[in-house]
Every structure is written in structure tokens, then in C-alpha cells.
């Protein structure tokens, strides 16, 4: 039980981490590229980010789908 809280604290730092890092990217693109709009470059780094993370979470939803429930036995009743 407890290296599986680990593991989803674990994941839930790196994801973060991935998405911050995403966001930088983006942001430094936009800056380097477009316009010198710090402003700008914040809400399209925060656009991305945000639609990575919606299509995470739909494709999160759509395998919850696809779980099966464990049986009685399995539980040790």
C-alpha cells in the first residue's frame, strides 16, 4: 500500500515537472519567435499546458472505462 502512495507522489512530482518544463519551452519560443510579450507568452505556454493536460485527462477517463472491478475472492473474503 505504501509504495504505491510513493509512486503516485513520485508521478504527480515528475508530471508537474514535465508540464513546468512544457510551459518554459513554450513561453521561450513564443518570446524568441513572435513578440516580446511577456504577458502573451505566459497565456500561451499556459494554453498548451492546459490542453495536454485535458487530453490526459480524457484518455485517463476513457481507460477507467476498461477496468475491472476485483472479485470477492481476490479480496480475501
Do not use: D, H, R, Y
Amino acid at each position: 500500500m505504501s509504495i504505491t502512495q510513493t509512486l503516485q507522489q513520485v508521478a504527480g512530482a515528475v508530471g508537474i515537472a514535465v508540464m513546468v518544463s512544457i510551459l518554459s519551452a513554450k513561453e521561450s519560443s513564443f518570446l524568441a519567435t513572435v513578440a516580446n510579450e511577456p504577458t502573451q507568452a505566459v497565456a500561451t505556454g499556459s494554453s498548451l499546458v492546459f490542453k495536454i493536460s485535458l487530453l490526459l485527462a480524457i484518455v485517463n477517463v476513457v481507460l477507467s472505462l476498461f477496468m475491472k472491478k476485483p472479485s470477492l475472492k481476490s479480496m480475501g473474503n
